[in-house]
């Protein structure tokens, strides 16, 4: 638990105790949670491996009066196999599956619904837009939260601004990544990086305009300022638009975003500055989607190193293929991906198939090629099992910056 939250905690209860004891006629509760088993095989350049793990979530969310709410959620990550496979808190040799062990307070919040404004406080999810800048990267065990500030106010007739504070990012690495948890216990000297560290402080403050005033449109506005203490290198500010379209004449369904930003590595000298851009379209008839996408992050040279576009509180996983390939060189190297993707949903399955083509986007450097495919079966009612897997296959010309990764996940889901 970062030093910020833990000073602000003992407060934050004794607000919820004082001030039910005037609300406690309105009082209603409403718990709920998540378990959830994942095994997974893993291989990196040749090297096997496997991870199984263990997610029990609990929460509950409590009304005290028509505006004032409140939401704490625990989580509990078991993880096996811990020499078969290295998860960022330790590291082995083995390949990498980010499913860290530990207990967490994964959110604490209260939140005031006034006429003006909506005002949340505390340890808190922040998911925003697709997730490529801020998200809680919820595809692995112990998500990403933050102890933050959040104001949303509604706009016009169905649009919102959101003005949110972050103190504090709760990363998938869990408390004990701390500083003087070495990656490798066996190992001297073995100082653990700042990227996988449990908690990066922050100083940071996030713009977001939405805005929903015509049919079949939706445009957003916003201005990510990230100041990141722990990591002064990934601090940015990231200004961008974000048009979406849909439309439905008759039987098909057409969906269209397009997204521009400019960012600004602010703590490096000049203060460099790159493009962010994508084009996603779709088509969809009956219950399958064919889409295509295009992502461009830039990146230039600046004295003697390279600098890309960054996303340090943002997805990386849901981005440039589920093998994660492209990580080690995520802010250094310009990328491009062009991707396809197939959809088929009829109840109870759900499939996705997705393959990418990558490339340096200030070169004619091939990074490789991935093939994704996810398959989802409601089992029952609050039941279900996942399977994904991933492919990444480097190009023999870049085999000196990345590896080839592939694994496959099988997951049984039960929400209550």
Same mark, same amino acid.
């Given at each position: 638990?970062?030093?910020?939250?833990?000073?602000? =905690?003992?407060?934050?209860?004794?607000?919820?105790?004082?001030?039910?004891?005037?609300?406690?006629? !309105?009082?209603?509760?409403? !718990?709920?949670?998540?378990?959830?088993?994942?095994?997974?095989?893993?291989?990196?350049?040749?090297?096997?491996?496997?991870? @199984?793990? =263990? #997610?029990?979530?609990?929460?509950? +969310?409590?009304?005290?009066?028509?505006?004032?709410?409140?939401?704490?959620?625990?989580?509990?990550?078991?993880?096996?196999?811990?020499?078969?496979?290295?998860?960022?808190?330790?590291?082995?040799?083995?390949?990498?599956?980010?499913?860290?062990?530990?207990?967490?307070?994964?959110?604490?919040?209260?939140?005031?619904?006034?006429?003006?404004?909506?005002?949340?406080?505390?340890?808190?999810?922040?998911?925003?837009?697709?997730?490529?800048?801020?998200?809680?990267?919820?595809?692995?065990?112990?998500?990403?939260?933050?102890?933050?500030?959040?104001?949303?106010?509604? #706009?016009?007739?169905?649009?919102?601004?959101?003005?949110?504070?972050? @103190?504090?990012?709760?990363?998938?690495?869990?408390?004990?990544?701390? +500083?003087?948890?070495?990656?490798?216990?066996?190992?001297?000297?073995?100082?653990?990086?700042?990227?996988?560290?449990?908690?990066?402080?922050?100083?940071?403050?996030?713009?977001?305009? *939405?805005?929903?005033? /015509?049919?079949?449109?939706? /445009?957003?506005?916003?201005?990510?300022?990230?100041?990141?203490? &722990?990591?002064?290198?990934?601090?940015?500010?990231?200004?961008?638009?974000?048009?979406?379209?849909?439309?439905?004449?008759?039987?098909?369904?057409?969906?269209?975003?397009?997204?521009? !930003?400019?960012?600004?590595?602010?703590?490096?000298?000049?203060?460099?500055?790159?493009?962010?851009?994508?084009?996603?379209?779709?088509? !969809?008839?009956?219950?399958?989607?064919?889409?295509?996408?295009?992502?461009?992050?830039?990146?230039?040279?600046?004295?003697?190193?390279?600098?890309?576009?960054? @996303?340090?509180?943002?997805?990386?996983?849901?981005?440039?293929?589920?093998?994660?390939?492209?990580?080690?060189?995520?802010?250094?190297?310009?990328?491009?991906?062009?991707?396809?993707?197939?959809?088929?949903?009829?109840?109870?399955?759900?499939?996705? #198939?997705?393959?990418? /083509?990558?490339?340096?986007?200030?070169?004619?450097?091939?990074?490789?090629?991935?093939? &994704?495919?996810?398959?989802?079966?409601?089992?029952?009612?609050?039941? *279900?099992?996942?399977?994904?897997?991933?492919?990444?296959?480097?190009?023999?010309?870049?085999?000196?910056? =990345? +590896?080839?990764?592939?694994? @496959?996940?099988?997951?049984?889901?039960?929400?209550?």
């Amino acid at each position: 638990m970062s030093t910020s939250f833990r000073s602000a =905690l003992p407060f934050l209860l004794m607000s919820q105790l004082v001030y039910s004891s005037y609300a406690v006629a !309105a009082v209603t509760h409403d !718990a709920g949670g998540k378990i959830r088993v994942r095994y997974a095989d893993l291989t990196e350049d040749e090297v096997s491996g496997k991870s @199984a793990s =263990l #997610l029990i979530r609990g929460n509950l +969310k409590t009304q005290w009066t028509e505006t004032f709410t409140s939401f704490i959620e625990l989580d509990y990550v078991e993880d096996t196999f811990e020499d078969e496979h290295s998860n960022g808190l330790d590291v082995n040799g083995k390949p990498l599956f980010l499913d860290v062990p530990g207990e967490d307070l994964n959110q604490l919040w209260f939140k005031y619904e006034g006429e003006f404004a909506e005002l949340t406080f505390g340890r808190q999810a922040i998911n925003l837009d697709d997730q490529r800048f801020v998200s809680t990267v919820s595809f692995w065990q112990n998500e990403q939260t933050f102890d933050a500030l959040r104001v949303d106010k509604p #706009l016009f007739s169905a649009s919102n601004f959101m003005y949110s504070y972050v @103190a504090n990012a709760n990363r998938i690495y869990g408390d004990k990544a701390d +500083k003087d948890r070495p990656l490798n216990a066996d190992l001297e000297n073995n100082a653990r990086p700042g990227s996988l560290l449990g908690d990066h402080q922050h100083h940071s403050h996030l713009f977001h305009l *939405e805005v929903n005033e /015509w049919d079949f449109t939706q /445009w957003v506005v916003y201005a990510y300022l990230i100041d990141n203490q &722990d990591i002064p290198g990934a601090s940015n500010n990231t200004l961008g638009t974000r048009y979406e379209f849909t439309f439905q004449p008759g039987a098909f369904r057409y969906h269209i975003e397009a997204e521009l !930003a400019r960012q600004q590595r602010t703590e490096f000298p000049a203060n460099p500055e790159n493009n962010y851009a994508k084009i996603f379209l779709s088509a !969809a008839y009956s219950s399958v989607e064919l889409s295509a996408r295009y992502e461009y992050l830039g990146s230039q040279r600046h004295n003697g190193r390279q600098l890309g576009v960054v @996303a340090p509180i943002g997805s990386l996983n849901e981005f440039q293929g589920w093998a994660d390939g492209l990580n080690p060189i995520h802010g250094i190297r310009g990328i491009e991906d062009s991707s396809l993707k197939l959809k088929w949903r009829h109840h109870p399955w759900k499939f996705d #198939l997705r393959h990418h /083509w990558f490339a340096d986007s200030e070169s004619e450097l091939n990074y490789g090629r991935e093939t &994704d495919l996810d398959i989802s079966f409601d089992l029952a009612k609050h039941h *279900e099992i996942h399977f994904r897997y991933a492919d990444f296959r480097v190009d023999e010309d870049a085999e000196d910056v =990345l +590896k080839s990764q592939k694994f @496959a996940v099988i997951s049984y889901v039960f929400e209550f």
